[in-house]
Nanobody
Framework: VQLQASGGGLVQAGGFLRLSCAAS????????MGWFRQAPGKEREFVAG????????DYADSVKGRFTISRDIGKNTAYLQMNSLKPEDTAVYYC????????????????WGQGTQVTVSS
């Protein structure tokens, strides 16, 4: 499985960005996808997750109400729409995928993308 993330960049506080993550390689009937992030000097943290059919989502409290995760099953792609960005959202964002059939979207993930930088200026 390969994960290719894109869409990061530099934006002013209050602005928005949309991250994309395309999964390729072996096909699988059950999996979940999500996003983690890591800011300089901080531990990696869960941001959002979504089940394969998009029916269940989960968000970190820090992004709830501002970020939206979604899926395009046909394209094997997940998206993270980030609105009302804050300087504290600055981090490298990682797309992740796990081969589980579960409503639980946190915890360990099997596959990680290369990361995309998001920088929010004040």
């Amino acid at each position: 499985v390969q994960l290719q993330a894109s869409g990061g960049g530099l934006v002013q506080a209050g602005g928005f960005l949309r991250l994309s993550c395309a999964a390729s390689g072996r096909t699988f009937s059950t999996h979940v996808m999500g996003w983690f992030r890591q800011a300089p000097g901080k531990e990696r943290e869960f941001v959002a997750g979504i089940t394969r059919n998009g029916g269940i989502t989960d968000y970190a409290d820090s992004v709830k109400g501002r970020f939206t995760i979604s899926r395009d099953i046909g394209k094997n792609t997940a998206y993270l729409q980030m609105n009302s960005l804050k300087p504290e959202d600055t981090a490298v964002y990682y797309c992740v995928l796990d081969l589980r059939n579960s409503w639980y979207l946190r915890g360990d993930y099997d596959y990680w993308g290369q990361g995309t930088q998001v920088t929010v200026s004040s």
